[in-house]
């Protein structure tokens, strides 16, 4: 049997263990975000990337394909 809404005793307001289970959630969410965005700044490097100096401006009309 499902458990309803009304039997859930706190489903107003979070108290005790469960408060604090959320808020430790919340706080790990972001810390691993923030441990994130810094590993991802410092351990990235763009000097590889490929520049273009050309870009597409119009894309040519093609022949009629038939998809087999």
Known sequence: ???TLEDISDYDTL???KKK???TVII???LLGIGYL???NTFTDSGDALHVQDP????PLSK???LH
């Open 28 to 30: 790990v969410g972001i």
């Open 1 to 3: 049997m499902e458990p």
């Open 64 to 66: 009629n394909i038939a």
């Open 21 to 23: 289970t959320v808020w």
């Open 56 to 59: 597409i401006k119009t894309v």
């Open 15 to 17: 108290k005790g263990d």
């Open 38 to 40: 810094i590993a991802y």
